[in-house]
């Protein structure tokens, strides 16, 4: 890819941007909580935007288009039965304790629900995962440097964490989120010119569709079995895998997410967090995943564009680069490709800033170093910045040898996210529920999804213990390693729960569903989260229905 | 707290001028493009910096 002078600026200017407002914001840390958890100080259309913006890395933008063009409209399934009600769900049901208990974090939350043993079994897996995913945020960016500057993967990993960790450093918090905003509008403007130039020369929706299988331009009908469906799911494994366990795992226990929401100002700001952010988040599959469908069409109409391949077979993680080449000339081509690049950077912000906060508080003052000054968890944090990124460049190395990122990345949810939903819907929402319970159950919610995988195959992944099943799909196989991850957590915890004695009511005001005293909400109608909830509920239904 | 809204606004409207000039000095093209998208969203990015600009202006006072 040759880049003029023009693509530079774009770039230098918009790091110019990055690097500025770190060094703004660095003024307003003067505690930990600052530098960790923003205080409770940011408005509603920071934090929803933010929400939505801080899992809008690697995942997003690449996998997505690439899922896109492997296979079709179905895609969308991520945000319309996946994302949107789990989004929504969180906002109205599960906010008011998150919020209203006054942890610091999701351990934390669980800590004052359950127990110590709970919260650090969560904080630690929690702690890994957030590496993971920003070492895949970090590879991603690797391999697409080293395809645009041509650098080595090493020195494009170590330049790009190197602008992480200086706002990160600086900022904290505030300063990942308000890139994570800035990277959202840039992605959003980025972006739509290539969805739209895209589709319009494949002879636009229509076009598209015409010239296609149906199960690439229809996202329900062709769910009744794995066969005939590209996916190779059907829709109990949909629902239940990828609609009920994964997306509500992620979008409801993942301090990743939930930690932007706790940055509001107060309680309604809290919960429209998820809600407001819903409304953009179901319009994203329309930049990232039609143009990987329009890329297909493209492909087969002879028109000077094919899929990039890889030995041989279609390598769809190059997709969108692809298309890029095709539309963009040089200026939009430096937007672009900033875009890109500024998204894998807030991914990795987004679980940098997660980590450091759940080191410091779940994991360092709860465990090695308990009543220091708070100047010291500060420094404490910032410390956390550092190592965590010099981690997540050792789980970028490791992310290497995988195909697709997005089956890895589910495969991780799977055992760590998975059987974490059924502990907090017991929690909030069952007072009987205890810590031992709890505890047993995630436990074997989380053996459950590594025996699962370990005992089946799918695409030549997993079957390390024996190969008991075989799976249509990797992706079919990721939705069942969850399914089985939370029925198993499910049924332990309540047995266990059954089995021991309760806790008393009065210790879990605040904190569970029923015995926490009903709060009226005084907001005006139309800024109530039940009101906006149903509007994005309506919404997401109506697009679930024109891509039937 | 810094607002938001000024670096993003003072962030696209540099990134427009940047883009009309793009749009105006060179001829770049790309495979399948037929229009001069750069001068196009230099446009809209101006359009789009200075509504931010006025929001934060409006919020402040």
């Known amino acids: ?548 | 707290m810094l607002d938001l809204r000024k670096p993003a606004g003072y962030f696209f409207l540099l990134l427009g001028v940047v883009m009309v000039i793009a749009g105006l000095v060179w001829d770049f093209r790309a495979p399948l493009l037929e229009t001069n998208l750069n001068l196009h969203f230099g446009v809209f990015s101006l359009v789009f910096g200075g509504v931010f600009l006025l929001l934060a202006r409006q919020a402040r006072s």
């Not at chain 1, 005001?509 to 005084?522: M, Q, S």
């Open chain 1, 1 to 548: 890819m040759s880049l003029h002078l023009v693509d530079y600026s774009i770039l230098v200017l918009y790091f110019g941007f990055v690097l500025g407002i770190g060094w703004f914001l660095r003024k307003s840390v003067a505690s930990s909580s600052d530098f960790l958890t923003a205080s409770h100080s940011l408005p509603l259309w920071i934090t929803s935007l933010a929400f939505l913006a801080a899992n809008m890395g690697a995942l997003e933008m690449i996998g997505m288009c690439g899922s896109g063009a492997k296979y079709g409209m179905m895609t969308s399934h991520f945000y319309w039965v996946g994302a949107i009600p789990a989004m929504l769900f969180v906002g109205v049901f599960m906010m008011p304790f998150y919020y209203g208990s006054k942890a610091r974090s999701v351990p934390e939350y669980l800590k004052l629900r359950f127990d110590e043993k709970t919260r650090g079994f969560n904080a630690i897996t929690f702690a890994v995962m957030t590496i993971f995913s920003s070492g895949i945020s970090m590879y991603a960016l690797g391999i697409l440097l080293q395809a645009i500057f041509g650098w080595s993967f090493t020195f494009s990993v170590l330049v790009s964490a190197g602008i992480v960790l200086a706002y990160t450093y600086l900022g904290g918090l505030s300063s990942a989120i308000y890139n994570e905003v800035l990277q959202f509008f840039l992605i959003v403007v980025g972006f739509s010119p290539l969805a739209i130039l895209a589709v319009e020369k494949a002879g636009g929706w229509s076009g598209i569709s015409a010239r296609l299988e149906p199960a690439m331009t229809e996202s329900w009908r062709h769910m009744g079995s794995p066969a005939d469906n590209p996916m190779g799911v059907e829709v109990f494994g949909l629902f239940m895998g990828l609609g009920f366990v994964l997306s509500f795992g992620y979008w409801c226990t993942n301090y990743l997410v939930v930690q932007r929401a706790m940055a509001a100002r107060n309680m309604t700001d809290a919960r429209n967090t998820p809600i407001v952010g819903a409304f953009p988040k179901m319009f994203i599959p329309f930049i990232v995943i039609v143009p990987g469908i329009a890329a297909v069409a493209l492909a087969q109409m002879g028109a000077g564009y094919s899929i990039p391949t890889k030995n041989g077979g279609p390598d769809y993680d190059l997709v969108l680069i692809s298309l890029m080449e095709q539309f963009y000339p040089s200026g939009m081509l430096g937007v672009g490709l900033t875009a890109l690049i500024a998204s894998f950077m807030s991914g990795m912000a987004g679980n940098v800033t997660a980590f450091n906060t759940v080191w410091t508080y779940d994991i360092y003052q709860s465990y090695i170093r308990k009543n220091a000054p708070d100047e010291h968890y500060l420094w404490m944090g910032r410390m956390a910045t550092i190592f965590g990124t010099t981690l997540s460049i050792g789980a970028a190395y490791m992310a290497r040898s995988f195909n697709n990122m997005m089956d890895f990345l589910q495969l991780i949810f799977g055992f760590v996210n998975a059987p974490l939903f059924a502990t907090f819907l017991l929690g909030m929402f069952w007072k009987r529920a205890t810590a031992n319970g709890a505890f047993s159950g995630l436990v074997s919610g989380t053996a459950a999804a590594a025996l699962t995988y370990g005992m089946t195959r799918a695409e030549g992944k997993g079957g390390w213990l024996g190969v008991m099943y075989e799976f249509p799909s990797s992706m079919a196989q990721n939705f069942w390693v969850a399914i089985n991850a939370f029925v198993v957590c499910f049924v332990v915890t309540v047995v266990v729960s059954l089995a021991g004695k309760p806790r008393p009511d009065q210790e879990l005001v605040g904190l569970v569903y029923g015995v926490t005293p009903h709060e009226a909400e005084t907001a005006v109608w139309y800024k109530r989260p039940a009101v906006l909830a149903t509007a994005a509920a309506g919404l997401c239904v109506v697009l679930n229905v024109m891509f039937f």
